[in-house]
């Protein structure tokens, strides 16, 4: 499994802040800990944080025996350069 997390809703955040003048209602949270409540099933994990890091650990992810989770921490999207409003229509 591989999460991508960035704290928010990130393509709701992007159009509020290209259409409502960065008024931003109900779109960050805390960080989760995805890797964390994951080894606490018993599913091996890792988490990334550094983006040349991620094609190791993707390999030793899926040479794993059994379940496993990839816990990516991702850019906030509404920081990246997506054209998310076209995306949403």
């Known amino acids: 499994?591989?999460?991508f997390s960035n704290?928010?809703?990130?393509?709701?955040?992007?159009?509020?802040?290209?259409?409502?003048?960065q008024r931003y209602f109900s779109?960050?949270?805390?960080?989760?800990?995805h890797a964390r409540v994951a080894e606490q099933y018993g599913v091996r994990s890792w988490r990334v944080e550094?983006?040349?890091a991620l094609q190791a650990v993707l390999k030793q992810a899926a040479e794993y025996g059994g379940p496993a989770l990839?816990?990516?921490i991702a850019q906030p999207l509404e920081e990246a350069n997506a054209p998310v409003l076209q995306w949403m229509g």
């Open 70 to 72: 990839v816990d990516v």
């Open 7 to 21: 704290s928010s809703y990130g393509w709701i955040k992007a159009s509020q802040k290209a259409s409502y003048g």
């Open 1 to 3: 499994m591989i999460v």
């Open 27 to 33: 779109v960050d949270f805390s960080r989760t800990e």
């Open 50 to 52: 550094d983006p040349d």
